[in-house]
């Protein structure tokens, strides 16, 4: 008879996101998840069949961590703000799962679809608060015009997630002496980035017309994704 497992399912989705919580997704193996146990790598395999489900695994609990500051932002007296502080709360505090949510570019792993499993949850409070309806409440449906500044580096990267699933979004990246750097209307689906050729004060443009589509954009320095 084999012996009985020591540890619980729920036990090594934990601690492997531990391991990714200090580490990276990217250190995340069979030994970490054991090392981490104080155990081997047999028990792991007890309960999945591979490391990929082991990853889905974690992804999904790191779905919950995110889900837990969202909440706590939107108890604050005005919710749609508290949601953009929890944000960049859940990114200075917890940078790896943050990078495993919004910056890691996979099918299963993407900025996009994190932002709109947000959208689902914050939605119903939204629509309570506001008294307005789902379609008004979701967050990627945009008409207007918005600029904001951000301070780069020469040498910074810029990661840039562009989506138009309805409507128009035109973006335009100027540079310090507002020469246009990127323009550009995102029909489709575009990921891309754009390389920073002086340190200054970049403003960047988003101008939307009914629109329904999303614009990520990430500050890369080094290895390390910033925030503005």
């Excluded at 967050?139 to 207007?144: I, N, P």
């Excluded at 002086?198 to 320095?221: F, L, M, N, P």
Aim: hydrophobic share 40%.
């Amino acid at each position: 008879m084999a012996p009985k497992n020591k540890f619980t399912k729920e036990e090594m989705v934990e601690a492997a996101l531990r391991v990714v919580q200090a580490e990276g997704i990217g250190c995340l193996t069979a030994k970490a998840i054991a090392d981490e146990l104080g155990t081997s790598t047999r028990p792991i395999f007890t309960y999945f069949g591979s490391m990929d489900e082991v990853k889905q695994a974690v992804y999904a609990a790191a779905v919950r961590v995110y889900d837990s500051y969202t909440k706590a932002g939107l108890k604050e007296k005005i919710p749609f703000l508290g949601v953009g502080k929890s944000y960049i709360r859940f990114a200075r505090e917890e940078p790896e799962l943050y990078w495993l949510l919004f910056l890691t570019r996979s099918p299963e792993y993407s900025a996009i679809n994190s932002m709109q499993h947000l959208q689902l949850l914050v939605r119903p409070t939204l629509m309570n608060i506001y008294h307005i309806t789902a379609e008004e409440a979701d967050l990627d449906r945009m008409t207007g015009t918005d600029r904001f500044t951000m301070e780069l580096s020469a040498g910074d990267t810029l990661a840039v997630q562009f989506e138009t699933t309805k409507g128009s979004i035109y973006m335009e990246i100027k540079e310090p002496d507002e020469s246009s750097l990127y323009a550009g209307n995102g029909k489709g689906v575009s990921e891309f980035t754009v390389n920073i050729p002086e340190s200054g004060t970049y403003s960047i443009y988003v101008e939307a017309h009914h629109a329904k589509g999303t614009v990520y954009i990430q500050r890369i320095d080094g290895k390390n994704a910033l925030w503005n």
